[in-house]
């Protein structure tokens, strides 16, 4: 089979991305051979091959698709890995605000379902691992992603805080570390435990047994 054939980037008829060449004459970045690229580096991790393994050369193999159309998108494997990552993202819930138990609760339950994607799990899990070699990657992931979803989550800390549901003499920070760590330390360090129906509630409800304002919170 020849490389047009195989490589979908030639089949969709697309090229470079980013901006186009002087004069309108830059075509639009295919989608098809994106999708096809990100697609292969998901199957790598799920075969068990590490970030450290991959290669730019590697994944075009797997993608069926040549080494110049990877190096169009992204000039390395640290910039393609972040899509990668984007491309497992969901967005977050939509928090009604009525009771910040129950938004506490949408958004423990959106990173337990988040949990159960096997995909976003075995990603997840790489990257932690791969992190101390290359910490730019996570900075860049946590200011693109991760951070909007942890101030939605320091919002409504702050919104219990603010009306006496929860005690008001504790960092917003730790106890936003104090829902979300049950749910990592499954997802990261036992993959074999299950993350099952009412689990976030059960996280939820725990937490702000121990943070409800009471006499413990009175200072002096």
Known sequence: MSRAAEDPEVAAAGTRPGPAAPGGRGRPRSATADSAIIEAVLRLIEDGVSIGELSMERIAREAGVGKATVYRRWPGKSALMLDVMRSLDAQGPRLDGASVRDDLVSLMEFLRRRGLAKRGSALLRAVVAH???????????????????????????????????????????????????????????????????GFAEDVVDTVLEGVRPGPRAVAG
């Open 131 to 197: 992190v101390q070699a290359q910490p730019e990657l996570w900075a860049e992931y946590h200011e693109t992603v991760l951070r909007a979803r942890h101030e939605a989550l320091l919002g409504v800390l702050r919104r219990g805080m603010a009306n006496g549901e929860i005690r008001a003499d504790r960092d917003p920070e730790t106890l936003a570390d104090l829902f979300v760590g049950p749910m990592l330390a499954r997802a990261l360090r036992h993959e074999w435990k299950e993350l099952p129906e």
